[in-house]
């Protein structure tokens, strides 16, 4: 197999964090990349940082390449500008980075015949054309969920990409995907949030609201810390993975009246044995 | 006024965390420091760490201290052994530790009239004999909740021992105390065990299941630290603070609740707002 990445130009459509990380990866290991943004600005900007060979705000900049990455949030990417569609090239192999997969599968699949649905499970809390670093993906989960659908050599190029940049290449189903990252990602930020609007809202008295500040220490911190993080991003998360989100938070408030339950009822017995399970249950998700 | 930890021996009872990491930096500033504890295998290794000046099993260890601190276990300090009391020093200033102070109020105070109920908010994973370290209080708060039965200089005592050991001083009533611990504390230990317990429950078949633990990242971990601590500690808070953290997780069980009737009705621009908020709340807790 001719691998792509290495033989041809990739393109990158958008130089945010995923995109302007993978770039840099790309450019470091040999690889040529011409990349299409939407401002001018971020043009000049990410040429300053060196993070591709073209970059340009017109989609004919992908015209050549063999490969092309969507490294576009995922509204931009649900509802791609005609003229992204009309540029790019008919026999490349295509894939996305999106943290939702379901929708982007329905959107671009039929669309494209070698489309391949990805998403490479890295991140930082900072966005934009200055958050691209090196190094991003090594070691994190790169996630793929084919159908029977999905061009085979497609598949494999998009994983000899993925592998280039050290990341840990996994395939499973759009839903099991979604599902999965509903309960380990997207259910924790709004865990997370009601944490700090209750902690508010229930300290009512400014003396009370003074204190629960000045009291609140690393746990806190720790905890809320997804709860803090960027609103447009985890509302578009919510959007587009309402489904698999709401059964998330529906099990969870169950989960959490049975311990409320355990608590009001003085079943502390029962309580700790709950905390036992979710100390020993903790050590496989790290 | 004698600044009591300076001029006679302090008498620290428990060489855990608290009570250890307190005479190492008392014995540091030049206090006297005797100890009692409960096993002589941990009086030996405190022994060999040189945690105290004199270190006993036998409660007569704690004559004349000036200044006893009891930085026991809350259900030892809500249980004390009759040795205990009648060895304490009649006219010694007292003070605990503990997490949760309203029953710690009821159960020491009309007992011992120099009673003063603190908390010295600064902890770690670590628990025993080994975890005592120097600074554990440095720039943390220390809170006391005094009454009006509080002898006033019996407070002066106690806040210049915690002034002493870096810590920053607060007082506030019990009340007070125990509702804002169970909204920064105790509540985002269960929420937080939650997750965990979900993240489990709601992937029941193994595939899933295993996806669940091989894409949860450093979001999950922050998110489940305090969920998978120590179930001892997270039951015995639970116990004692029942009615605050009972009201916390009412409030909690509201607030995610409405966060869930944003996703499943779509109301996102209401979400987007309501994350926004949480985001702005969060600075002033760290």
């Known amino acids: 197999m001719t691998v792509l990445w290495r033989d041809r130009p990739v393109g990158i459509v958008g130089l945010g964090l995923i995109g302007g990380s993978l770039a840099l990866d790309l450019r470091a290991r040999g690889a040529t990349v011409h990349a299409l943004v939407h401002r001018q600005a971020t043009a000049e900007r990410a040429w300053q940082r060196g993070l591709a060979d073209r970059i340009a705000t017109d989609p004919q900049v992908l015209e050549g390449c063999g490969l092309v990455v969507l490294a576009l949030p995922l509204d931009r ?17 295509l894939t996305d980075v999106g943290s939702v997969k379901a929708p982007v599968l329905a959107q671009w699949q039929p669309r494209c015949p070698r489309f391949v649905a990805s998403h490479p499970m890295a991140g930082t809390a900072e966005a934009g054309v200055e958050a691209g670093q090196p190094a991003l993906f090594q070691g994190r989960p790169w996630v793929a969920t084919p159908t029977e659908a999905t061009d085979p050599e497609a598949l494999e190029q998009v994983r000899a990409l993925a592998e280039a940049v050290g990341a840990r290449w996994l395939t499973c189903s759009a839903i099991a995907h979604d599902r999965a990252v509903a309960l380990i990602s997207h259910l924790p930020v709004l865990v997370s949030a009601a944490l700090l609007l209750v902690a508010d809202r229930a300290a009512p008295d400014p003396e009370l609201a003074e204190l629960v500040r000045a009291l609140a220490s690393s746990g806190f911190a720790d905890t809320t810390r997804v709860g803090g993080g960027n609103p447009e991003l985890g509302t578009l998360m919510a959007t587009h993975n309402r489904q698999a989100l709401g059964e998330a938070l529906a099990a969870y408030g169950q989960q959490l009246a049975a311990l409320q339950a355990l608590v009001e009822q003085g079943h502390f017995d029962q309580l700790e044995a709950a905390l036992t399970r979710a100390r020993e249950l903790r050590p496989p998700f790290l």
Not at 83 to 89: E, V
């Open 77 to 93: 990417l649900l509802d791609p500008p005609q003229a992204l569609l009309d540029a790019l090239p008919r026999q490349a192999v």
